[in-house]
């Protein structure tokens, strides 16, 4: 009988000790910093639980047992409040420190500059070779989507002009709707700003449509902010006198030709976009305008200069002038400027 409690007491202190042991071991892991050697990017799909994103840390290397991550949380279910998304996980942190990584909404992000004045297609090549890695053919058919665009609340064939420039930090993730319908958001936000500073050019213009259409035009005739709103003026002077703009961007829209020469036969297009041959605005914008531009048109210099020329000088500026004969005398200087005769 004694020798049978002897044992019976081994086993317990050696099944105790084992116990300890492993208790311990897991307690140790949890204390010590991940065998991560650089930050990983991870995704915690919908769904999962502490033993599957277990699982999913261990088979990515960011900790070493997922059993030991999976009792964490069981002791710690609290702090365990996982998110769906993607995660930026340094190297280096222990189990407490990653899942309160997870735990906090701070989804990994992807920095999208898109500039002022880029056309809906330059737009998407941007998203297609940035991070996110879009569909340039998805974006571009879903910025012509008439269906689309009217989900979007904007009162227009497609979203030319209405996706707003800006540098924004996008969730690791987001999808091609997802993108067009942030950018057309902040297009949007601005509208009501600006609406709410009533201008008188609203009303003159007619709409927002409008507005964009005849600022992305500004917007691709010059890039100096101080000639922002005297070109706006010209314009503006133009289309109360029933004149063309007469804007070589519009020409350069129509081809998706933005560099080099415009052919006489792109010149004699009888594309409604041709602001060269047709008096008025366009059906819509040309590119995405930014702000300045925007506001350039709402709040023109007023001026009684109807023509402008770049002055081919390298200072990116142009001469205004009034007259036609003036505007010729300038074409001259330009061309002298370029060192041509």
Known sequence: MKKLLAFFTVLFLGVLGLGAGSAFYIYKQWQEPSPLKEPVLLEIPKGYGAAQIGKLLQKNGVIESARSFKWWCKFHSGKA???????NIPAGQSIEQIAAILSSSKTATVKVTIPEGRASWEIAEIFASSQLKLDSAKLDSLMHCKTFTDSLGVKAKDLEGYMFPSTYDFSYGTNEQSAIKFLVRENLKLRDELQALN???????????????????VEEETGLPQERSHIAGVFLNRLRMGMSLGA????????????GPIYKSQLASDNPYNTRRFAGLMPGPISNPGRLAIEAVLFPMQTEDLYFVAKDDGSREHYFSKTLAKHNHYIGVATKNRGER
């Open 81 to 87: 409040n996982f998110k769906t998304g993607w995660y």
């Open 199 to 217: 201008s008188p050019i609203w009303n003159e213009l007619g709409s927002w449509h409008k507005i964009l259409t005849l600022a992305s035009v």
């Open 248 to 259: 070589d961007p519009t020409v350069r829209f129509i081809f998706r030709n933005l560099t």
